[in-house]
């Protein structure tokens, strides 16, 4: 045994995991198997079409009874008690090292997806549907890649990768689903209740994360227990709804209004009431197609 | 109302003004905020230069949209709601 080194002393890092999020390639290493297999059961699989400009390497290691989390340029290490906060600090670290290179963008919390030879945007308050929507048309063949995070800029927008979080009780309305949300991943929250992890590549979909220009904006609210409806969007009302649900650019980039403007008047913007799923197929296959 | 009448408002510095297809999106970049206009509002706002009195603004607007009648009062009402969002003085 070396000198200074004992049974209890610190373990090497026996395990890595390489994840891929947007334009950031990072390397995870770790001396506990639990976290990376973890990590390998929550994160997104999609091939993201987007040059990598940083690698990244990030450890996670346990030590006297403490997790300490390092790595990334200009990142102090983190240092926490349990697991499951060492593992969200980890995540956290992720998510702000990948956002970096996305300092100029806009931050649209939307599901998005493709159609008429761009990117399409479903926007929506809290509860009004994006996720069980987004899953509904990824059933239903469309090219849904998202239901969370859209990044704007210039008119171009890309989605934050990572796998749908359904929430538990609307499994019964995606009869389709069929058994994928057996064992399937999940996260729970006093606010959100059960989240089931959907990974659009287990639905035998193709996952793929790219840049486009926004062609069209769907503003979604919630008509429960009706039929489901389109109407056009006024442009400077649609500005006005999905403003409500975004953030201007981290850079603090000066004329990012003007952007988002331009992005509105150059789309098809329309408001779907979200009544049954089945009608809402038809709505959205003749708006896309 | 005769204070606005007889004086020749100006828009606030720092404005960005957005034309939109059917309206006009204001960001005041010094307060972060944003405000919303029909086009006849976006109009008169663009005209508060320093240089019209009500009388001109009304005259400019019934032209642009073919108006018979002077829309005077829509005007000072116009003007009276630019000041209260402080986009002009």
Known sequence: MLAGFTDQGVDPLTCSETIRILATQFRITSNIPELIERLAYVTQRAEQDLPVLEHCEISVRREDGEYRISGGDGKKDEFELSLSTAFEAMFGRLHDLAMRHFADHIRIHAASGFGRNGMVLLVGEKWSGKTTTAVHLLLEGFEIVGDELVLLRHGQAVTFPRPFYLRHSAIDLLPKLGGITNGAPFVHSEATGKLIAIDPIKLGRHWRIRSAPVRTVVFLEPNHGGTSSMSVCSKVEMVRRVLGQSSAPSSGRTDWVADFCSTMNQADTVIARMGDLASATDLFRRLLS | ?89
């Open chain 2, 1 to 89: 109302m005769t204070e606005l009448t007889d004086s020749l408002p100006v828009r606030v510095e720092g404005l960005e003004i957005n034309v939109m297809h059917d309206g006009v999106v204001i960001y005041q970049h010094d307060h972060k905020k944003i405000h919303y206009l029909n086009h006849t509002a976006g109009l008169v706002l663009e005209l508060c230069d320093g240089r019209h009195k009500v009388e001109e603004l009304a005259a400019i607007v019934a032209e642009t949209y073919g108006l018979a009648q002077s829309p005077h009062d829509d005007i000072i009402t116009c003007l009276q709601d630019l000041r209260t969002k402080e986009l002009i003085r």
